[in-house]
């Protein structure tokens, strides 16, 4: 079935969510505005682009083969690549001719067809988050093992379970700790053991693996680190394999079965795990963790509730609800007394947001700013702006990226010999839907409400995706 003919049925194969099938090396982007000559780097954004669609009407927007695409800084020019991560999941398609798995959407009929492919249950995709540590870049994806990228060529150079020491499936979203060199990294899935825990020192090589007694199977997608501790979100989307039996979707929301947050000492285990009991709600990214005397503070975006499973499907009608949205939150643990605080960041209600990011160097330490995306209400994962978060005054500064804009998460670049937590540049990839044009926007970021310090025009089509990085020279 042609991907063109279908196209209009689904939403996440429409305007810029269409894949880009062609991989691009433009060099000497034009710029408007100037290039900074106080950053050289790497410039990363990676997301579902799909190669083969078995089913229009069915494709979910975690479906797709993974994509990264690419701003390399030398020098105050830059050069863009895009490159399929060559998973063997996508070279058995593309040997066949045709697609293998079927998606998200279509696990329960392969649960009750038995039809599983030869080449095995699932397609690693490599599609969701990067990570770069031990002088390393992975490509991620929650339901699998880390495909290892070069820079700045985008070669994929396969997959990689450390040498026999990986055990689990690892996070989209492991944290580094960038004083220590250590990455702290987790896998979940629906069967027992659902909750297993690594960390692994600055040289790749695991130092602790343990894990974690969860009651319920549920969906983690991010945890957070502090100098001693890491945590993890224990909240009421959950799993439930026989649901596959009836034709339901695998995950619900059950809130009424509670969410809480578990801190654990990063070299320790489910025996000395601290539990705390918390408004149920919804994260699926953190902003950053420290901890405050006696007290673990965790900040988010939280929404009220979710439908990972549901959305952009045709009939999905919650475009404009609000409780499927996330904003900025935080919670105080108290380590001694148990007690919790929670409050919103946004108690004006301002600004719905997510894909929240820090200065990379202070992740499980004390930051005073993050940056984050804000939602268009009412087009689904379409984000109108950026924010600046100042946690000292409570001041949310906005990014406007113009009529007809569309950005995606921002990353913080630190300039060379930078001297403050926000001296440096926030930039992130942007489409007009009015021109269909796409350009890599930089920003200063202590003049974050201002005009860019630089927009750098793409010639190709950079569809909307997942998650970025920034790799320093």
């Known amino acids: 079935m042609s991907t063109q003919q279908k196209e209009e049925t689904n939403y996440f194969l429409t305007g810029n969510f269409a894949p880009q099938r062609e991989e691009h090396t433009w060099p000497d982007l034009e710029v408007i505005g100037e290039i900074p000559n106080d950053i050289d780097g790497s410039f990363l954004r990676i997301g579902p682009n799909p190669y083969y669609i078995p089913d229009e009407d069915l494709y979910h927007m975690f479906d797709g083969d993974g994509m990264i695409h690419q701003v390399q800084f030398v020098g105050g020019k830059a050069t863009y690549r ?4 060559d998973t063997a999941g996508l070279r058995a398609e593309r040997e066949k001719g045709t697609w293998i798995w079927k998606g998200y959407r279509s696990m329960a009929d392969v649960m009750m067809s038995g039809e599983i492919p030869e080449e095995g249950p699932s397609k690693n995709s490599a599609n969701t988050a990067m990570v770069y540590h031990n002088k390393t870049l992975y490509a991620l994806v929650e339901g699998a093992i880390p495909h290892i990228i070069d820079l700045p060529g985008l070669e994929t150079k396969g997959e990689t379970n450390f040498d026999g020491q990986l055990t689990h499936n690892f996070t989209a979203h492991p944290k580094v700790d960038a004083k220590t060199g250590e990455l ?3 896998g979940y899935q629906p069967v027992p053991p659902y909750l297993s825990y690594s960390v692994i020192d600055k040289n790749g090589k695991f130092t602790h693996q343990t894990t974690v007694d969860l009651p319920k199977a549920v969906l983690m997608h991010d945890c957070a680190i502090t100098e001693h501790y890491t945590l993890f979100l224990d909240l009421p ?8 039996m009836t034709g339901d979707d695998i995950m619900a929301w059950e809130p009424e079965k509670g969410a809480r947050i578990g801190v654990v000492p990063r070299h320790g285990g489910d025996a000395e795990a601290k539990w705390f009991d918390i408004d149920p709600g919804m994260v699926y990214h953190v902003v950053n963790a420290w901890e405050e005397g006696d007290e673990v503070v965790l900040q988010a975006c939280r929404s009220v509730s979710t439908d990972v499973m549901g959305i952009g499907s045709k009939d999905w009608d919650g475009v404009g609800d609000t409780d499927l949205l996330g904003s900025l939150y935080e919670w105080r643990l108290n380590m001694e007394t148990g007690a919790v605080t929670e409050r919103s960041l946004d108690p004006d209600g ?7 990011r820090v200065n990379d160097n202070l992740v499980g330490y004390k930051t005073q700013y993050a940056y984050g995306a804000v939602y268009c209400v009412g087009r689904t994962n379409m984000f109108e702006k950026l924010i600046k978060y100042d946690d000292a005054t409570g001041e949310i500064i ?3 990226l ?8 921002p990353i913080f670049a630190p300039r060379k010999n930078s001297q403050a937590e926000d001296d440096g540049y926030v930039i992130c990839f942007g489409y007009n839907e009015n021109t269909g044009e796409s350009e890599c926007r930089v920003i200063d970021a202590q003049n974050f409400g201002g005009e860019p310090v630089a927009r750098l025009k793409i010639p190709s089509r950079v569809p909307f995706g997942f998650h970025a990085a920034w790799v320093p020279a």
Do not use: A, K
């Open 82 to 85: 895009n490159r399929f991560v």
């Open 184 to 186: 702290m990294t987790f």
């Open 237 to 244: 989307l959950v799993f439930d394999i026989s649901r596959l």
């Open 350 to 356: 301002q600004y719905y947001c997510d894909f929240t």
């Open 398 to 400: 906005p990014h406007e």
């Open 402 to 409: 113009g009529d007809g804009t569309f950005g995606s998460e």
